[in-house]
Every structure is written in C-alpha cells, then in structure tokens.
C-alpha cells in the first residue's frame, strides 16, 4: 500500500478557540488508485491533504494524533530536511489557485527549474530543456517561448497546466490535487481534467483528489471519502457512494444538486441548518442538527466509521447510528413513520 | 406620473408587450492610453448586440463562461454598466437615455442579487438598516412603516426577526444572501436580476436558496434573469435559457430543450464538458474537449465569434462562411433561436445525441 492514514487528527489554534479540523481519519491508497476527498468548505478535506504534504503551518496547526505511512515511513515522525526530500519528489501538490501558488516575479521556466534543482543535479542547459519538455507533455503551445513569460501573462487554465507540470516534473508516486478545477470555466476544467487522467493513469500515478463538486468525483476516481465536520462519514466506490448511498449527510448533497442529466429529478431536497460552527465541541454526531434521520443515540454518541451490512463489507462503510434505506436514498428524505416525511421549510437556524 | 405605453395605446388587441424587451445592447469598455491626455486606442465589447425578451413571473437563464459578457449584460439593465447601444423596454417603455423619473422608476422595479454574500451587505450596517435601505432611498413610509416591512422580508425569506438588530458577519453565507434577497425584494420589484447568485454558496446551502428563490417567485410573482455558469442550476430554475459567447448570444431555447437538443456547437461543447454526478454516465462518457480559450472580447474572431474553438467549424474544414460571416441569431421556431451557419448538421448528429439529458444514458 502505497498510502496509509491512520487515525489522524488536526488541530489549528486561533484566538477564539481550537479548531478540531480533522478528526480520526483513516485511509488507504495504492499506485495507479484515484480517491476523492469531497465534503463542504470546512469540513477538514485541505487539511487533511496538507498534513500529507507536510505543510500545514506549524506556527497555529498540529497533528494531534495519528500516523500516515507513505511508502513504509511515517510521515508525521519524519524530520523536515527529510519530509523535503519526499514533497515534490515522491508526493506533490496542485492547489486550487494557481495565481497565487505561482511565484509573480519568476519566468515560469526558472519556477520549474528550481522544482527540478530541488531534487536533481542539471546543468543550466539541462534544466531549460526540461523545462521546455514538461511544458510540452502539458499540452502548451510554443513551449520554448513559455518559459520566458511571466505568471500573470498566462489565463487560469495555462497557469494550472504550469503547476501540473511542475508538480509532475519528478514523476512522483502521489499527487494530491485540492480543488485544481474549481476556480476555472468548465470548458477549461475538461481540459485540465483530461490532462491530469491521461499523465497519471501513463505512470501509474496515485491521485488524492480534493473537492466539493461530485460530477468531478463520478468523472475522475475509483473510490471516495464522504467528510463533514473533519470526520469521515461515508466511504465507498464511486460507483456505490452515487448508486446507494447510506450517510443522510451523502444523501443529503446528493439531493441538493440539480441534475441536468437526468430530467426526472425536478425537485430539490437541501440539507436545512447551516454548517457545524468549527469552535464548537461535537457531542455526539456532528451531522445530527441538521439530520432528518437522527434518533435519541445521535445527540450523544459519535458514531464510528464501521463496514456497512448491505453492499460489499470491507469497501462501503458508514458512520451512522440510522442509515438510510433504499427507497428514502432515492427520495432525499425519510420515509419511516416516526419522522417528518419532508424536512421543515427552510430556514438555516 | 404614469406614461401610457405605445403599444398599449395601439388598440385593445394589441399584443401585451413583455415585461423586458432588450434589442440591441452593447457594453464596450474604452481601452485608453496616455497620461493626462487619454487616448481611447480601442474597445472591450464585453457586449455586443444582445436581444431577448423576458416574461412576466418567468425565469430566463443566462449561462456562459468567465468574460461570455453575461454579468455586464446583468449590470446593464440595472445601468450598474452604462450601455453604449441598444434599447432596454420595461412594459414597452423605452428606459435607455430618459430622464430621471424612467430611471428611477426603474431602480424599483428592477433589483439585483449579487453573487458575493461578503461583499455586498454593508459591513457597518444592521440588517434591518440594509434591507430597509432602499425604502428610504424612495421615501416610503413612515420609520415605523419601513421597519414592519423589514421585519415582513426577514419572514419572507426564512430568516429570524431578532436578525435585524444584527449586523452581517454574525451570520454564515447562506443567511448573508438571504438577507441580500430580503434587501432585493424590498420595494416589490417585478424582475430580480440575480448575478450568480448561488456560486459562493456550499452545495447544500446552494439547494436551500434556489429553493427560496423558486418559492419567492411563485408567491409574489417576481420574473427572474438567472445568470450563472452552472447548467445544472440554470436548469433547475429557469423556464427558458439563453447562452452567451463572447459578448453575443449563440442560443435561446427552452429549459428542457436546450440540454436535450443543443444546436449550437458551443453549448454541445459546455454539455459535453460540464461532468455529471453519476459514475455510470461519466465512465462511458466521450467528451468533446474544445482546444484553446475563449479570445479577447477587444478582438473577436472575424466571422464567426466561435470559430477559432468551435470543433464543428475544424470538422467542416474551416469553411468560408465561418469565416467571411458572424451568424446571426435566428428563429428556428417560437422561443427558439441560434446562431450558427451549420446549426442543421448539429441536429440529430451523435454529439447532439450524446448531451447527458437524453433518453439512452445510463441512469441508475
């Protein structure tokens, strides 16, 4: 296995308080493998994905608890001149802004110079050359006049391809991808996308993918990890996260997407309530305020991400005390007596 | 003062004209040079010649990508962008280039929602003070009066009456642009231009405001113009969709047919690319990836605005009226138009076929 997250927690210390960002995580990842981290904004998908690369700030942000082997070695033991070695090497990065992950005053040329320097000896000959072919494999036009332009010369999408290139450069054996898409067009998404599938499935390259948009996650890898309020609380295959899904929370943001591909569905379920204030202790499930399933059991006790009963045991696993059936994941609500059959109208408390 | 409308006056068979009639519009931006003496060396035509009408109690949809000219458009109406062309006919009448009253008559009729919740409340102000603002700009009621009815909009749109003593960063995104909607809806417009008006919501918070805004419209009436790059949430919402390329509108067709049966070869691109939440479409899925980027609006391509992307233009062997000719937006049949030399080779080709929305794909 190339990736074991084991039992990881992050804190970040603020003024108003600390911040329980990532809460007992546990995943797998193997070469070749595409996962998909996606949850709502705050729900600890980056900071799980920093902690991996080693660069969460150490001034307000630890690892409480937790290991994450890569590759046999625990990355959250690992001293940083070794850490250094790995990131960029054998683990890299794209962020979701490649305006401000770029350096504004540096060619793009001496910005993948200096990630190739990092790690290998080239002469100045070298490093252009190969600076001029990464932005080739890219997909840019007229390579050997890119490498002299300048970050803010190039659109959203020629900056993104740039931070591939870079980030592909060493042909590392993880890349962690947060959002790479989000901030561009949609014509230009599918062109990034296709880009990063056709450069990693070639060297059988592990993709992390993070993200809040799930026709991204259907698109682009094989298992996902569901995460609200720094926990996991679905995981699955792709395929049976979207088919039969078992966490209110999965169905939930299932149900709150308007579906062009499929015109049957013309109504929409939100999740009602507003997102777990991050200060706040979690007694109990953190999902339970807003949760049309909740029982007595949720106000108390967190559940634990256990193997579901139905569907496939080591695969699909929920952390949920009342799962969603069958016929309430395709409605959006449920349909049990004892339960509102629709939610209250809506009003985020 | 009330004016007659012409069309109005022409008999009482006339045709009711639409709530917003657009011919025309055009949006250019001076590109300047020089120091104190500036120069206008050119022009952004972030619009250039837009037409469409807009019904009562309906929602048109606007989609487009990043500097399609969709916002401007949005912003010209309300003459938060000065329109260089055109004419802009509420009930028929003319609101482009009359004094003051029209406008001003227009500022009530007409509002906006933005697309930032952050940004656009007054950080300084309560919410009452901010949803109550613009019924002391037009001097309605009495203080008592505007915070009753500031109290109605917190109702209305689902939000807690103590909300109004309280000031905008006390609450998450979604609530701040409940409270934007609360401030659009104060002096009872007819059309609400909402710019982006979901994209900096979360996903589940996205839900909940189409929700309100779709209920809003069915209870008061209110006509929608739904800007938005996202097609699925312009699907939901809209009745009738229009998408813009590059300062110009390439398409308008009914919500369901404009998923089902695109016929311009830019919006079968936007449908081939935009992916879909289902693994069991998205597996079997052969996207049309157009090459390159959307040109400069201060530079069209000649010809056709499209043509220098457009993969059915390269098909055809870059033919000489994509070239020589910018298409018009023509009427293939009531509420439906596009603006494309080879719209007939795109129906019933197996790129229209394969738009996600159509009977045949996988669907579990």
């Not at chain 2, 912003?75 to 280039?97: D, H, M, T, Y």
Request: net charge neutral.
């Amino acid at each position: 296995m190339l990736l074991v997250v084991q039992g990881l927690d992050v804190r970040f210390r603020t003024e108003e308080g600390t911040v329980h960002a990532v809460n007992r995580v546990s995943f797998e990842l193997d070469t070749a493998e595409t996962l998909a981290i996606v949850g709502e904004s705050g729900c600890g998908k980056t900071a799980t994905g920093l902690a991996i690369m080693g660069l969460l700030p150490s001034t307000h942000a630890s690892i409480a608890a937790g290991q994450i082997l890569f590759a046999g070695s625990d990355l959250v033991r690992l001293p940083e001149a070794r850490m250094r070695e790995i990131r960029g090497r054998d683990i890299s990065m794209v962020f979701q802004d490649p305006m401000t992950s770029l350096n504004p005053v540096l060619t793009i040329g001496r910005q993948l110079a200096e990630a190739l320097s990092a790690h290998e000896q080239l002469d100045k000959a070298a490093l252009t050359k190969r600076a001029v072919e990464l932005l080739r494999m890219v997909g840019i036009a007229e390579p050997d006049r890119m490498v002299e332009r300048f970050p803010h010369q190039l659109s959203g999408g020629m900056r993104q391809r740039v931070m591939l290139a870079i980030a592909l450069a060493l042909e590392p054996k993880l890349l962690i991808a947060d959002e790479p898409t989000t901030a561009l067009d949609v014509t230009i998404q599918a062109q990034v996308l296709a880009l990063v599938t056709d450069l990693t499935q070639r060297r059988g390259t592990a993709v992390l993918l993070i993200t809040h948009n799930l026709g991204v996650v259907a698109s682009m890898t094989q298992r996902v990890l569901v995460m609200y309020a720094g926990y996991v609380v679905e995981t699955a295959a792709t395929t049976d996260l979207f088919d039969r899904p078992l966490h209110p929370y999965t169905v939930g943001l299932l149900h709150s997407l308007p579906r062009f591909d499929d015109p049957t569905r013309d109504s929409l379920v939100p999740i009602e309530g507003a997102p777990p204030d991050p200060y706040a202790p979690v007694r109990g499930c953190p999902f339970a305020p807003r949760c049309a399933w909740r029982i007595g059991v949720c106000w108390t006790n967190n559940p634990p991400l256990l193997p579901s009963v139905d569907g496939a045991v080591a695969v699909h696993a929920v952390a949920c005390h009342n799962p969603v059936n069958a016929a309430e994941a395709l409605k959006g609500h449920p349909l049990r007596a004892g339960f509102a059959p629709t939610p209250t109208a809506e009003t985020d408390a | 003062m009330k004016t007659v409308n012409p069309e109005v006056r022409a008999g009482p068979n006339a045709i009711p004209p639409p709530l917003l009639a657009v011919e025309g519009l055009a949006v250019h931006f001076p590109v300047t040079t020089g120091f104190l003496w500036r120069r206008s060396i050119g022009a952004v035509r972030a619009v250039d010649g837009v037409t469409f009408d807009l019904h009562y109690g309906q929602t048109l949809g606007l989609v487009g990508e990043s500097g399609s000219g969709k916002s401007t458009t949005g912003r010209a109406l309300v003459r938060l962008n000065i329109p260089s062309a055109g004419s802009v006919r509420l009930e028929g009448r003319e609101i482009l280039g009359e004094g003051n009253d029209a406008t001003a008559d227009l500022r009530r009729r007409v509002q906006m929602i933005f697309q930032d919740p952050y940004s656009s409340l007054n950080p300084r102000m309560t919410v009452g003070a901010i949803i109550g603002e613009p019924l002391g700009i037009h001097r309605l009621g009495s203080t008592a009066e505007r915070r009753a009815r500031v109290l109605e909009l917190l109702d209305i749109v689902g939000l807690p009456r103590r909300a109004a003593d309280r000031f905008p960063h006390q609450f998450s995104g979604g609530q701040r642009q409940r409270i934007g909607i609360a401030r659009a809806l104060a002096l009872r417009p007819d059309l609400v231009i909402a710019d982006e008006p979901i994209s900096a919501l979360d996903v589940s918070i996205q839900a909940q405001i189409l929700n309100l805004m779709k209920r809003l419209q069915k209870d008061l009436g209110l006509a929608y113009l739904f800007i938005s790059h996202d097609l699925a949430a312009v699907r939901y919402i809209s009745n009738r969709i229009m998408v813009m390329y590059l300062g110009r509108i390439v398409e308008i067709a009914d919500s369901a047919e404009l998923y089902t049966r695109p016929l311009h070869p830019y919006t079968v691109a936007l449908l081939s690319a935009a992916p879909v939440p289902n693994p069991r479409i998205e597996r079997n899925r052969e996207r049309i990836i157009l090459t390159g980027e959307m040109p400069s609006p201060s530079e069209p391509p000649r010809g056709c605005r499209f043509r220098s992307r457009c993969w059915l233009c390269r098909r055809l062997g870059d033919p000489e009226e994509c070239r020589a000719m910018e298409p018009e937006l023509t009427s293939m049949r009531p509420g439906r138009s596009v603006a494309c030399h080879f719209s007939d080779l795109i129906d019933g080709s197996p790129e229209q076929t394969a738009a996600p929305a159509n009977p045949g794909q996988a669907r579990p």
